[in-house]
């Protein structure tokens, strides 16, 4: 039976909470706080942090038939995972990923450093939350919320920074593990469409756009989410 593993990324909380619905719904997945998130001292870049997660898991006595399922830097690093293990991932769940450097809004970085210093500008990044949260039940998004508080601006300044220096395009073609690319088309941010050069250059890929969901599927259509991962574990 395949074990899944969810991993998350600089949004909807920054850590393992963003699975809430995830956890209650697949039984014996796990969900781990990466470093830096909450407690420990970040990796350099996306490399490094499929390393941490595999010791992770391995100390955990997890090591083959896995799952990994992630959105933004967590995509970055199943991504990671995948073409560096094989033969330990039997597949993958990616959402709002690419496998080149990002392109980013003017002011992006600046606002995560600025809200470090000025109390109204902080006050900005945590709407900015919010908002990127529009389409999450608006419980779970306050619990999110006080989850960024606690992992703060910089936390998520330095994901950004590295998920952006994230690049795999002369290696992605070459991904062995069976990998289903999600994008919700509510995106608050539409971002470019990066997941289309990942789908072209992966034989066999699934892509599916979700007209309901945002920036966080599993959080906000987890029903839906859940029942397209059951889906795609289903054929492995």
């Given at each position: 039976?395949?074990?899944?593993?969810?991993?998350?990324?600089?949004?909807?909380?920054?850590?393992?909470?963003?699975?809430?619905?995830q956890s209650r719904h697949f039984a014996g997945s796990v969900a781990p706080n990466l470093p830096g998130h909450l407690e420990g001292t970040r990796c350099p870049d996306v490399a490094r942090y499929a390393e941490w997660v595999r010791g992770w898991l391995w100390a955990r006595g997890l090591n083959k038939d896995l799952v990994l399922a992630g959105y933004t830097l967590g995509a970055s690093i199943a991504l990671q995972y995948g073409l560096d293990y094989p033969d330990e991932v039997k597949g993958l769940v990616?959402?709002?990923?690419?496998?080149?450097?990002?392109?980013?809004?003017?002011?992006?970085?600046?606002?995560?450093?600025?809200?470090?210093?000025?109390?109204?500008?902080?006050?900005?990044?945590?709407?900015?939350?919010?908002?990127?949260?529009?389409?999450?039940?608006?419980?779970?998004?306050?619990?999110?919320?006080?989850?960024?508080?606690?992992?703060?601006?910089?936390?998520?300044?330095?994901?950004?920074?590295?998920?952006?220096?994230?690049?795999?395009?002369?290696?992605?073609?070459?991904?062995?593990?069976?990998?289903?690319?999600?994008?919700?088309?509510?995106?608050?941010?539409?971002?470019?469409?990066?997941?289309?050069?990942?789908?072209?250059?992966?034989?066999?890929s699934q892509y599916i756009k979700l007209a309901d969901a945002g920036h966080f599927p599993p959080t906000e259509i987890p029903e839906k989410f859940n029942a397209l991962v059951d889906a795609f574990v289903a054929t492995l």
């Open positions: 039976m395949p074990q899944l593993v969810f991993l998350h990324g600089p949004g909807a909380g920054a850590c393992a909470d963003a699975y809430y619905y990616v959402m709002t990923v690419a496998a080149r450097p990002k392109v980013r809004p003017p002011g992006t970085y600046e606002l995560r450093l600025r809200a470090l210093e000025d109390p109204k500008v902080y006050e900005e990044w945590l709407a900015y939350q919010r908002k990127a949260m529009y389409l999450v039940e608006p419980g779970l998004r306050e619990r999110l919320l006080e989850r960024h508080r606690q992992v703060g601006p910089m936390s998520q300044y330095h994901d950004l920074v590295t998920i952006d220096a994230f690049d795999v395009r002369d290696r992605i073609a070459s991904l062995k593990p069976k990998l289903l690319l999600m994008r919700g088309l509510k995106d608050h941010g539409n971002p470019p469409e990066y997941e289309i050069e990942i789908h072209k250059a992966v034989p066999g």
